[in-house]
């Protein structure tokens, strides 16, 4: 496919963020949603709301949208071309894009922001992959920072949609606030999602009112969901918070906000 050599990730994040064997979940798959938000925390923090949320999303082919932690990506997103690696199975690129559709593609390819250890991909493919253990997915970091671009990647993307394509918005939300802040937090995007308000709330996220680790991802999922004629609101499956969540039961003054949402 072009000149392009193909690249293989292996996992960085095993043992650390997540598990290297499969864990125990009493999920069912149904796989029904063409897009959910699913958190990318450690996992003995939030990978209970994140199998939840995977279960509902459709793993034909996937546009995982991640956080670029670590590094900027100087053309808004990053494309992996290549296999990326969990510690129970991978994604690899999907083969089937014809030269055209490969060349609205190529200008996002590169292993740009996926050289250090990024848990916003990888935390969620450990969730995905207890579902299906090698799927196609378009492994993705964003970081957009104007309108313009999110005009004209959800414009691309919406040119390579397949009908049973899915996309899984990787999140955090509410970094750091103060446990008696949290409920109040957590409802308020929760309100704004199940109404479609993703405008607002990106908006809300960049003044501040409000914080969210992938709210690029999840606005420009927004974009593409409307332009491919997929709904915009999102059920709330399950809202939580690190202090309630934590493996060690420890309790903080300050806490993490996660949502599993399907739409």
């Given at each position: 496919m072009?000149n392009l050599?193909p690249?293989?990730?292996?996992a960085k994040c095993?043992?650390r963020w997540?598990p290297a064997e499969r864990?125990?979940?009493?999920?069912?798959?149904?796989p029904?949603?063409?897009a959910?938000?699913?958190?990318h925390?450690g996992f003995?923090?939030?990978g209970?709301?994140?199998?939840?949320?995977v279960?509902r999303v459709?793993?034909?082919?996937?546009?995982?949208?991640g956080t670029?932690?670590?590094?900027?990506?100087?053309?808004?997103?990053s494309v992996?071309?290549?296999?990326?690696?969990?510690s129970i199975?991978?994604?690899?690129?999907?083969?089937d894009?014809?030269e055209t559709?490969?060349?609205?593609?190529e200008k996002?390819?590169?292993d740009?922001?996926?050289r250090?250890e990024?848990?916003?991909?990888e935390?969620?493919l450990?969730?995905i992959?207890?579902f299906k253990?090698?799927v196609?997915?378009?492994?993705?970091?964003t970081?957009i920072n104007?309108e313009?671009?999110?005009e004209?990647?959800?414009?691309d993307?919406?040119?390579?949609?397949?009908?049973d394509?899915?996309?899984?918005i990787?999140?955090d939300?509410?970094?750091f606030?103060?446990?008696e802040e949290?409920?109040?937090?957590?409802t308020s995007v929760s309100?704004?999602?199940?109404?479609?308000?993703?405008?607002e709330?990106?908006h809300?996220c960049?003044?501040?009112e409000?914080e969210?680790?992938?709210?690029d991802g999840?606005?420009?999922?927004?974009?593409?969901?409307?332009k491919?004629?997929?709904?915009?609101?999102?059920?709330?499956l399950q809202?939580?918070?690190?202090?309630l969540?934590n493996a060690d039961?420890?309790?903080y003054?300050?806490c993490v906000?996660?949502i599993?949402a399907?739409n």
């Amino acid at each position: 496919m072009q000149n392009l050599k193909p690249q293989i990730r292996k996992a960085k994040c095993i043992n650390r963020w997540y598990p290297a064997e499969r864990s125990e979940h009493d999920f069912i798959d149904q796989p029904l949603s063409s897009a959910v938000i699913s958190p990318h925390a450690g996992f003995s923090f939030s990978g209970h709301v994140s199998l939840l949320a995977v279960s509902r999303v459709k793993k034909n082919r996937v546009w995982l949208f991640g956080t670029s932690h670590f590094e900027p990506l100087t053309k808004g997103i990053s494309v992996f071309y290549g296999d990326y690696h969990s510690s129970i199975g991978k994604t690899s690129f999907p083969q089937d894009l014809d030269e055209t559709r490969f060349k609205i593609l190529e200008k996002y390819l590169s292993d740009e922001g996926h050289r250090t250890e990024e848990h916003s991909i990888e935390n969620v493919l450990y969730c995905i992959n207890h579902f299906k253990e090698d799927v196609e997915a378009f492994c993705t970091l964003t970081r957009i920072n104007n309108e313009k671009d999110f005009e004209t990647i959800s414009d691309d993307i919406a040119k390579l949609w397949n009908k049973d394509d899915s996309i899984i918005i990787s999140t955090d939300w509410n970094h750091f606030v103060p446990v008696e802040e949290i409920n109040e937090l957590l409802t308020s995007v929760s309100d704004c999602l199940e109404l479609g308000n993703i405008k607002e709330l990106y908006h809300r996220c960049k003044k501040r009112e409000l914080e969210a680790c992938g709210i690029d991802g999840l606005y420009l999922a927004n974009r593409i969901l409307t332009k491919v004629n997929e709904k915009t609101q999102f059920n709330i499956l399950q809202s939580t918070d690190s202090s309630l969540s934590n493996a060690d039961g420890a309790r903080y003054d300050s806490c993490v906000g996660y949502i599993a949402a399907c739409n």
